[in-house]
């Protein structure tokens, strides 16, 4: 088993920064990718962020050049360092680790989520 635990959401002004970050317990050593998701009420869930256990990470195209994913795999923790922050960012942003083989996704765990508002 896998335990996330996500902090760093809050309320910040239109171009302005915040901080996620996750901390992983439990099997750590399983985990492959790590992904930052995020969903609005009445919107569907989507990625917004992945890293590799290779470190390769990959973005939407919505957070490119603004939000940047990280990992200190001594600490068992990802980060999303988010910049230049938009309204329409605004939604409950989910830590995500996922189990591979194949190809296959065997196992996804999921933090409890952490409210990110921007607004003036």
């Known amino acids: 088993q896998v335990q996330l635990v996500e902090s760093g959401g809050g309320l910040v002004q239109p171009g302005g920064s915040l901080r996620l970050s996750c901390a992983a317990s439990?099997?750590?050593?399983?985990?492959?990718?790590m992904n930052w998701y995020r969903q609005a009420p009445g919107k569907q869930r989507e990625v917004v962020a992945t890293?590799?256990?290779?470190?390769?990470?990959n973005y939407t195209d919505s957070a490119k050049g603004r939000f940047t994913i990280s990992r200190d795999n001594a600490k068992n923790t990802v980060y999303l360092q988010m910049n230049s922050l938009k309204p329409e960012d605004t939604a409950v942003y989910y830590c995500n680790a996922a189990v591979v083989l194949r190809g296959m996704t065997l196992m996804n765990y999921w933090g409890q989520g952490t409210q990110v508002t921007v607004s003036s």
């Open positions: 890293i590799t256990s290779g470190g390769s990470t």
């Open positions: 439990g099997r750590t050593f399983t985990i492959d990718i």
